[in-house]
């Protein structure tokens, strides 16, 4: 990738971004790759010349996931921009700015590849823009693009990017630009992928900064059967509704005093190894679920916390389980032939009545599932086709409904701390592992 020391690009003082930031050649600043309504073609690339010298497009060209040739004079002087889009006049009637275009191809909403390239076809910049951390999250169809924060920043790695503010900001300055930034942090991990309860974990990140790297710290809360702390909040419930919901079904959910308590989190220094930086965690009992969060800083005192603020993911997570065992008659070695769910909430009571709800949280989005129950005991609660936070398994849940019990043929398990009131269980919150 095309990498930039900030520190020596801060040369010029002038016109344009930042005072007019020098770098070697123009760079891909922003992409709006998924806009909010899909038929409104709002798709842009954006094209910022930081100088020193004013640059003629003419002859130069975008490849790889789109395709357009700037054919006639197309001068580019420093401290400007210039917007290439799937659709001119939708930018011009939406952001009222003026555009070329349209290209050939599409910018996908998986992640992609843009690249810039001159007169001899040699590739001066290229952006390969990915979906999820380390990347911008609310850009996947949010309403905000991607922005570099600056363009003396590798525009290869995702901690280079941020989501724009609210709208995205073409032909214009980005709303997130700034003269320095933390640390970049990427291939956030822990090893072993599944930890048992007899191994020992180990967090590593590649943390990297043109000014140094002062710290990386861990902090990890550790969560055990019948004590699930809630990352968020439900929304109140106001005779047997959900005002927030029904006014705006996208109401964000708010967090959790409980989750953020520093007395739940533990933090740990994680050392460096050539800009690996890892720590190791004891081994810990049998269905707890470890969350995580890293916090770097530089040697400026710049600080960034992962997952990122854009990210609905408030931490990491891995779930230490030592296999699933026999249920109800079915061996593990049946149970195992399907996808297995460990279904993490705190009940505030247990099933007095046939009939309770969960939720069930879909790309951040939480439904209600209506579950059957007769069993008048906590662990009789099943169900089906669910996608629980913090889970670290994906897949639909079988379920059979017999007549006298509802019967879960794939293992499902569950921790409580109910007491038999007759109350429902609530909602799960949604921050899953990446």
């Keep these: 990738m095309w990498k930039r020391n900030l520190l020596s690009a801060l040369l010029l003082l002038g016109a344009g971004i930042g005072g007019g930031i020098a770098t070697a050649a123009p760079v891909i600043n922003e ?36 395709n357009f040739v700037f054919s006639g004079p197309t001068p580019l002087p420093v401290g400007s921009f210039v917007l290439v889009s799937e659709d001119p006049a939708t930018m011009s009637a939406t952001f009222g700015v003026s555009a070329l275009g349209p290209w050939q191809g599409k910018l996908s ?29 609310t850009a996947n169809g949010g309403g905000p693009s991607i922005e570099l924060i600056n363009p003396a920043l590798d525009n290869g790695l995702g901690s280079s990017w941020r989501a724009s503010d609210s709208e995205p900001t073409p032909g214009t300055a980005n709303s997130v630009f700034a003269t320095n930034t933390a640390p970049a942090i990427r291939k956030v991990s822990h090893s072993p992928k599944t930890p048992t309860s007899g ?6 990140a ?4 043109p000014d140094g790297v002062a710290s990386v710290a861990l902090q990890y809360q550790l969560v055990t059967p019948g004590n699930y702390i809630p990352s968020r909040l439900p929304h109140p419930i106001v005779s047997r509704r959900i005002p927030a919901a029904l006014t705006d079904p996208e109401t964000p959910l708010i967090e959790n005093p409980d989750y953020n308590d ?9 050392l460096d190894n050539d800009g690996i930086f890892s720590v190791e965690i004891p081994a810990q009992a049998h269905r707890t679920l470890l969350r995580y969060r890293i916090t770097v800083e530089d040697d400026l ?14 931490n990491f997570a891995c779930f230490i389980y030592d296999g699933v065992p026999d249920y109800n008659d079915h061996p593990s070695s049946d149970l195992t032939t399907l996808p297995v769910y460990q279904v993490m909430i705190t009940l ?14 879909i790309k951040d989005k939480v439904t209600p599932i209506d579950i059957s129950t007769t069993g008048p005991e906590p662990s009789s609660i099943m169900a089906s086709s669910m996608t629980i936070s913090d889970t670290v398994y994906a897949g639909p849940m079988v ?23 007759g109350k429902t269980a609530r909602p799960s919150d949604k921050n899953g592992a990446p």
């Design 206 to 209: 590649r943390v990297t900064d």
């Design 399 to 421: 379920v059979t409904k017999g007549a006298e019990n509802a019967r879960c043929v794939s293992a499902l398990t569950m921790a409580t701390t109910s007491k038999p009131t």
């Design 262 to 270: 520093p007395a739940n989190w533990i933090t740990l220094s994680m």
């Design 301 to 314: 005192g710049l600080t960034a916390r992962v997952p990122y603020p854009d990210d609905a993911a408030l």
């Design 348 to 361: 505030i009571g247990a099933i007095a009545t046939p009939g309770i709800r969960l939720s069930r949280s």
């Design 109 to 137: 909403s998986d992640g992609e590849t843009v690249r810039l390239r001159d007169t001899t076809d040699a590739v001066i910049d290229e952006a390969d823009y990915k979906v999820g951390f380390p990347w911008p999250v």
């Design 31 to 66: 992409i709006h790759f998924n806009p909010p309504e899909n038929p409104v073609r709002q798709e842009f690339i954006e094209i910022y010349n930081p100088g020193p010298d004013a640059v003629d497009l003419n002859g130069w060209r975008l490849s790889s996931a789109v």
């Design 199 to 204: 191994e020992d974990i180990t967090i590593s």
